[in-house]
């Protein structure tokens, strides 16, 4: 298991720009590093993939707007948010999963908190 802790939330306005950073206790080279996020009474959903050979996946929501990226030497993985939404609103979670473990399996961040507001 690696462990795994996030930073970069916090309150912006519409159309503002975050950047969350997740950082990895181990090397993520051979792991695939998701972003989650879940709005308040709301179910988690997945909002970014990146594999080890840097391929990504985005959802619908996001396409175009959020980019998903990773530094291996740090064991870093972010989330460069821009054009935020209010219904971007939510707790935004890292993951960590090895390719052969099922999406929604591996290890968790505690969450950091996103709010967009004016």
């Known amino acids: 298991q690696v462990q795994l802790v996030e930073s970069g939330g916090g309150l912006v306005q519409p159309g503002g720009s975050l950047r969350l950073s997740c950082a990895a206790s181990?090397?993520?080279?051979?792991?695939?590093m998701n972003w989650y996020r879940q709005p308040t009474g709301r179910q988690r959903e997945l909002v970014a993939t990146i594999t080890s050979s840097g391929s990504t996946n985005y959802a619908d929501s996001v396409k175009g707007r959020f980019t998903i990226s990773t530094d291996n030497v740090k064991n870093m993985v972010y989330l460069q948010m821009n054009s935020l939404k209010p219904e971007d609103t939510a707790v935004y979670y890292c993951?960590?999963?090895?390719?052969?473990?099922?999406?929604?399996?591996?290890?968790w961040g505690q969450g950091t908190q996103v709010t967009v507001s004016s």
């Open positions: 181990g090397n993520i080279f051979s792991w695939v």
């Open positions: 993951n960590a999963r090895r390719y052969w473990v099922s999406p929604g399996g591996g290890s």
